[in-house]
């Protein structure tokens, strides 16, 4: 676990120009992914998960700023030029959707997409594509690929989708794979399925994830360290397990709180009271502090710095070390 | 492969109007092909025994003033108006497509500028403006073609500019620029296809509208020129005679007719078979 990280993202901003004025959705997010790990990066809606996926590839809209350090491989994303970037893409940097449905072209057959991202990445010999092409499908799981090379999107079934666009991501061997919420529209039976080959894949190939979802047990499942993000900034870094067994941020100890599952048989679940705060004027202190039960005075003032805990684990949160055992058992 | 996409074909009935339509055009498109196999006589040789002669069964359409088959003359004429249904739509298809394509797609002045321009022709009546186009350039069919092309690309752009951007905020267009692609293979390969739908459609909807242009100019003196057969050159010439002789002015607006309508037809049917919302 001491590899040097591929993808280091320190103090990353973003700043949406909106007509209502600026919209930071981005505040100072700092992560690390190191090859073969695979990072979750959890929160609720809007806390900058996407964001921070399309900040790394430089996907965002015009009227984002960016701001902050991006290095990939010792090279600063936020200053490459466009080309540099268009080179990147899909091959030293794959993504994959949430809607399998839709990110595939419908009028373009499986075969011809993944070979096309094999043309646009250098790959000349159409013979060479072609068997490539097979092996990835037979890579991802898809049975007989031979014979589904030809088909089209809207022949196959929503895991077998997803399953043909990790092969599409995949095909130019990137060295980081960047899923945004991949699991999110398949029933739980094939999520499973699905994390189990991201899992597999990462491993046989070496290559570095950092896996956007919303779903604790997603997380549990499938990652190795998690970032836990809220209202733009992360607030807790941790292994996988030891965050499961004792958070040491008073968000993460309230969400872990608050998912079925975590109490008793047929208990009420434990909301978390509040709504996350507006983006468009960001908390002079902790952006939980409003809805936390251990919020104390400084909390409220200032910034709490990110305090490493340990080799993996560091937590913006006063509270670190006064939070109850979340879970009774 | 290849037999999956067979039986998907056959599985779909082809709807009644899409037929009637396209037996129109297939029609027409013979008597474009092969006019001198199909046309009993020489549509401009002159017969003085033949002046004026009703339809009977040497003349089925009958015959005009200077004897000439109208049945010959129809069908000579479906060469003229097949080309105007193409050339006066080729190059607005063209243009209108890549127009739209890159003001939908880039969006941002481009887009705005292009907005102004088609507000500024749309400002205009068609026609009006059509003909004050030829009134400047010279009446004949190759100016037609160019008067309604600088008309014409516009409405093809606007089509084409908001299927864009619809398109574009796909995921699988988003999915292209993950990958990597540049602008043009996104545009080209990508959005393309998938926005071509509703322009194939309007495309062949445009030639009937097209068809009955050109006959109305050619009418008018300002499209194709006699003693070229066309449709609409036709009608001018039958309507001195119209009190006495009927068909010189019937067949060949039957013919405006038919074609139309076949060309409606097989628009509207594909845009039902392809599932185009208008």
């Known amino acids: 676990m001491s590899l040097a990280p591929i993808l280091s993202v ?20 700092t992560l690390d992914v190191r090859p073969g790990e695979i990072l979750g990066l959890v929160g609720e809606s809007g806390s900058g998960k996407s964001v921070t996926l399309r900040a790394i590839l430089r996907l965002l809209r015009g009227n984002a700023k960016i701001g902050g350090q991006i290095v990939f491989r010792g090279e600063h994303l936020i200053l490459a030029t466009e080309r540099r970037m268009q080179q990147l893409r899909g091959a030293s940097i794959g993504m994959i959707f949430q809607e399998p449905m839709t990110a595939l072209n419908p009028v373009l057959t499986i075969g011809m997409q993944i070979e096309e991202t094999l043309a646009a990445h250098g790959l000349r010999e159409a013979k060479a594509r072609r068997s490539r092409a ?24 929503g895991g077998m989708r997803q399953r043909a666009m990790i092969a599409i991501a995949l095909a130019a061997s990137p060295s980081l794979l960047l899923a945004d919420e991949p699991t999110t529209a398949l029933d739980v039976t094939i999520q499973d399925q699905i994390l189990k080959l991201l899992k597999r894949l990462t491993t046989e190939l070496g290559m570095a994830m950092i896996l956007v979802t919303h779903d604790l047990g997603v997380v549990a499942e499938t990652c190795d360290r998690v970032s836990v993000m809220y209202a733009g900034r992360v607030a807790e870094t941790a292994p996988v ?64 710095p990110m305090f490493a805990l340990g080799p993996d684990q560091a937590s913006a949160c006063h509270a670190r070390d006064r939070l109850p055992p979340w879970r009774a058992s | 492969m290849s037999g999956a996409k067979a039986s998907r074909l056959s599985a779909t009935a082809i709807p009644a109007p899409l037929l009637i339509g396209a037996v129109f055009v297939t029609l027409m498109f013979a008597c474009a092909a092969a006019p001198g196999l199909l046309a009993p006589y020489d549509p401009v040789a002159f017969d003085y025994s033949a002046l004026l002669k009703p339809p009977s ?33 080729l190059a607005p298809l063209v243009i209108g497509s890549l127009v739209g394509l890159a003001a939908g797609y880039f969006g941002g ?59 574009k905020q796909l995921d699988y267009v988003g999915a292209a620029r993950v990958l990597g692609f540049g602008s043009a293979r996104i545009l080209f390969r990508h959005i393309l296809p998938n926005a071509a739908r509703p322009l194939l459609v309007y495309w ?15 009418y008018l003196g300002l499209g194709a020129q006699p003693p070229e057969a066309e449709w609409g050159v036709l009608i001018a010439d039958g309507k001195n005679f119209f009190t006495q002789a009927w068909w010189m002015t019937f067949f060949p607006g039957a013919a405006i007719v038919v074609a139309g309508l076949g060309f409606s037809l097989v628009g509207d049917g594909l845009a039902d078979a392809l599932d185009v919302k208008r």
């Open chain 1, 241 to 304: 397990d030891v965050l499961f067994a004792a958070p040491r941020h008073a968000y993460t100890h309230a969400l872990l709180r608050s998912a079925p599952g975590g109490g008793a048989p047929r208990a009420m679940l434990t909301p978390i009271a509040g709504q996350p705060p507006q983006l468009q004027a960001p908390a002079q202190g902790c952006a939980f502090a409003p809805r936390c039960e251990y919020s104390e005075a400084r909390c409220l003032e200032g910034r709490p």
């Open chain 1, 10 to 29: 320190k103090d990353l901003d973003v700043v949406f120009a909106t007509p209502r004025g600026p919209l930071q959705a981005i505040d100072g997010v």
């Open chain 1, 134 to 157: 097979i092996e990835l499908l037979h890579q991802v799981g898809i049975p007989s690929p031979q014979d589904r090379l030809g088909g089209y999107p809207h022949e196959f079934s």
């Open chain 2, 204 to 218: 062949v909807t445009d030639m009937a509208l097209k068809i009955l242009l050109g006959s109305s100019l050619g």
């Open chain 2, 109 to 167: 002045w481009l887009d705005i500028l292009l907005g102004r321009v088609i507000d500024l022709v749309l400002t205009f009546p068609f026609l009006v403006i059509v003909i004050a186009i030829v009134a400047v350039l010279g009446p004949g069919l190759v100016n037609m073609y160019v008067a309604v092309s600088i008309v014409g690309w516009v409405f093809y752009a606007r089509l084409m500019r908001g299927e864009v951007l619809v398109q």
């Open chain 2, 57 to 89: 069964f040497a003349h089925p359409f009958g015959a005009d003033n200077f004897g000439r088959d109208i049945l010959s003359r129809t069908i000579y004429a479906t060469r003229i108006d097949c080309q105007i249904a193409f050339f006066s739509t």
